[in-house]
């Protein structure tokens, strides 16, 4: 095995799922600008989630429509031909 290919510097952070509100804390080397209290009363750097375990279908066994009709209308009027 390869030595000194990861990265040293885990740190705490906490992931939020924005679809349902659902946070957790992990250690993570990702980098954030914006900063959350967590339940424990200490201040991690927060990582947005589009999705996670906690709102997938697969693990939730529902099947709840994702919203990403913001996300495509914010393309089409990126991309739309200017008449």
């Known amino acids: 095995m390869k030595k000194d290919i990861h990265p040293k510097q885990y740190r705490f952070v906490v992931f939020k799922d924005m679809s349902n509100g659902e946070s957790f804390l992990s250690r993570s080397t990702a980098?954030?600008?914006?900063?959350?209290?967590?339940?424990?009363g200490n201040e991690y750097p927060l990582?947005?989630?589009?999705?996670?375990?906690?709102?997938?279908?697969?693990?939730?066994g529902?099947?709840?429509?994702?919203?990403?009709a913001g996300r495509i209308d914010k393309f089409n009027k990126r991309y739309a031909k200017k008449a």
Request: hydrophobic share 25%; proline share 3%.
């Open 31 to 40: 980098r954030s600008s914006e900063t959350i209290k967590f339940e424990d």
């Open 62 to 68: 529902k099947n709840i429509r994702v919203d990403t």
């Open 47 to 60: 990582i947005k989630l589009e999705i996670s375990n906690t709102s997938h279908p697969f693990y939730t």
